[in-house]
Antibody, heavy 124, light 107 residues
Framework: EVQLVQSGAEVKKPGATVKISCKVS????????MHWVQQAPGKGLEWMGL????????IYAEKFQGRVTITADTSTDTAYMELSSLRSEDTAVYYC?????????????????WGQGTLVTVSS | DIQLTQSPSFLSASVGDRVTITCRASQGISSYLAWYQQKPGKAPKLLIY???TLQSGVPSRFSGSGSGTEFTLTISSLQPEDFATYYCQQLNSYPIAFGQGTRLEIK
């Protein structure tokens, strides 16, 4: 059974950095891109970026470029999303999600399995 | 960037109804479109990809169609568990983008 288990809720002050983990099981971690998606309270979904766990290559949405770092640790089958210079607008639930297609096939860029979400609250 | 506009944003319907949600892209995206269902407090669930391919395990009452700039998600006969928010998503070009969502509520 495929599982993506994310780290727990965080409360951060403006200007701080948050790092969220996403531990996977039930499939070969390095075979699929891992994506991260932001959802502000009561709002829609926003794609942040992806990582190729095999070689660490990343692609980031321009909105988050410069503040987001997505990494993967193949020794623990865990992906990470770090967001810096936090501001109140970053208060949101953050999800990790696996790609539907394998990297070997070029990926599909549809989001198949999802983590349970991690709430990050930015407040002074 | 490609913008996706869903209509309606809010839909009230009854169990057994047939409903259709539309997603319009600001430029052509071929068939690079997916539909997700999200229930409160839960992660989204992939329903349809490549505009019309039903994801494994998704009931056949869900169907998708369209290409280019206009797409539809149809639920042929609403069930109680279908009341949720639905999002479309394009992957034709970066940044990957979602529509604003359609909230489907019980009448």
């Amino acid at each position: 059974e495929v599982q993506l288990v994310q780290s727990g809720a965080e409360v951060k002050k403006p200007g701080a950095t948050v790092k969220i983990s996403c531990k996977v099981s039930g499939y070969t971690f390095t075979d699929y891109y891992m994506h991260w998606v932001q959802q502000a309270p009561g709002k829609g979904l926003e794609w942040m970026g992806l990582v190729d766990p095999e070689d660490g290559e990343t692609i980031y949405a321009e909105k988050f470029q410069g503040r987001v770092t997505i990494t993967a640790d193949t020794s623990t089958d865990t992906a990470y999303m770090e967001l810096s210079s936090l501001r109140s607008e970053d208060t949101a639930v953050y999800y990790c999600a696996t790609d539907l297609g394998t990297i070997a096939s070029g990926g599909e860029y549809y989001f198949d399995y999802w983590g349970q979400g991690t709430l990050v609250t930015v407040s002074s | 960037d490609i913008q996706l506009t869903q209509s309606p944003s809010f839909l009230s319907a009854s169990v057994g109804d047939r409903v259709t949600i539309t997603c319009r892209a600001s430029q052509g995206i071929s068939s690079y479109l997916a539909w997700y269902q999200q229930k409160p407090g839960k992660a989204p669930k992939l329903l349809i990809y490549a505009a019309s391919t039903l994801q494994s395990g998704v009931p056949s009452r869900f169907s998708g169609s369209g290409s280019g700039t206009e797409f539809t998600l149809t639920i042929s006969s609403l069930q109680p568990e279908d009341f949720a928010t639905y999002y479309c998503q394009q992957l034709n070009s970066y940044p990957i983008a979602f529509g604003q969502g359609t909230r489907l509520e019980i009448k």
